[in-house]
């Protein structure tokens, strides 16, 4: 008997505009699957708007990669240092939470390089809060998300801010 390896989260690049067809398509072949999206109205419809464009996030094991990689409009896997990139479960339950507990939620990029800069995936943390917005880095992602958060929601609480019922 052998050892099927755990599955972990996998940024995947696909299409332009294909996010929903893929996504569909990981549904019928039973593929643990992630599209963040976030409503964004648009000619009086309200749409829901990927918020990382041309991306879907898998959770496989690596001996599953070849059903994502013969999946139509899937170019391949995002890769990092000629390696497919993993997506920390953790980062993955904070984009969840942010999308849950925001409203206004944008996504920054922020550089990465090979050189120079040591990349560490060892969580998301709070970079920024501000009079109105909060901001995370996803050190995975090379990306930040950004909030925009009304007044009547942020509450000073003895020199730390609560907002949506999370101190900072």
Not at 17 to 38: A, G, I, M, N, S
Not at 91 to 117: C, H, N, T
Not at 134 to 145: D, E, F, P, Q, T
């Amino acid at each position: 008997m052998f050892n099927e390896q755990p599955p972990v989260w996998y940024a995947v690049y696909t299409r332009p505009k294909c996010e929903k067809k893929v996504t569909d398509l990981f549904t019928r072949k039973k593929v643990e699957h992630y599209c963040p999206v976030q409503p964004l109205v648009r000619a009086r419809k309200i749409i829901q708007e990927p918020l990382f464009p041309s991306y879907v996030f898998v959770h496989i094991p690596e001996s599953r990669s070849w059903v994502v990689k013969e999946t139509d409009h899937v170019i391949n896997f995002v890769y990092w240092l000629g390696q497919p990139a993993i997506i920390p479960d953790h980062e993955i339950g904070l984009i969840r939470q942010f999308l849950r507990d925001y409203e206004e939620v944008s996504m920054e990029k922020f550089p990465l390089s090979a050189e120079g800069d040591k990349v560490v995936a060892t969580g998301a943390r709070i970079v920024q809060i501000s009079s109105n917005r909060v901001k995370v880095a996803l050190s995975s992602l090379g990306c930040s998300l950004v909030a925009t958060i009304p007044s009547r929601e942020i509450t000073v609480i003895s020199g730390h801010k609560a907002v949506n019922g999370h101190h900072y």
